[in-house]
C-alpha cells in the first residue's frame, strides 16, 4: 500500500487477488480505526478521468462526419449543374457520332480538374 503525500486524503492498495466486497482488503489493510469511504477500483477512476475526453471527441467526429457529409452534397451539387448545363452539348456531341463513353470521359476529366 501507498500513501499520498503531503497529508493527501487518497490511498492507493494493489490486490492480487478479486475482493468478493468491493474494497474489503484495503479496508482491512489501512487502519480498522479509520473510516473508509469511497473505495474505487483503478478502471471506475481511469473511466471517470477519461468521460469527459470521450465526450468531446465524439462531438468532434460528429462534426467532422458533417463537414464531410455536407463537402460530398456540395461537389454533386456542382458536378450535377455543370453536366445539367451542358446538356444540349452533350445531345450535339451524340448526334455529330460521339461514343458515350468519350462524353463520360470528358465530363469526368473536367470533373477531376480544378478550376477556378
Same mark, same amino acid.
Given at each position: ?27 482491512? !489493510? ?17 473511466? !471517470?478521468?477519461?468521460?469527459?475526453r470521450r465526450w468531446n471527441t465524439?462531438?468532434i467526429t460528429l ?54
Open positions: 500500500m501507498r500513501m499520498s503525500p503531503r497529508g493527501s486524503e487518497s490511498a492507493t492498495a494493489r490486490a492480487f487477488r478479486r475482493c468478493g466486497v468491493q474494497g474489503q482488503m484495503t479496508r482491512g !489493510d489501512i487502519d480498522r480505526d479509520q473510516p473508509v469511504g469511497n473505495v474505487v477500483t483503478l478502471r471506475e477512476l481511469i473511466n !471517470d478521468k477519461l468521460e469527459a465524439l462531438v462534426f467532422g462526419v458533417l463537414a464531410i457529409s455536407l463537402t460530398k452534397v456540395g461537389v454533386f451539387g456542382l458536378v450535377s449543374y455543370s453536366i445539367t448545363s451542358r446538356f444540349a452539348e452533350t445531345g450535339v456531341r451524340m448526334a455529330v457520332g460521339a461514343c458515350p463513353s468519350s462524353i463520360l470521359l470528358m465530363f469526368l476529366r473536367e470533373t477531376l480538374t480544378f478550376r477556378s
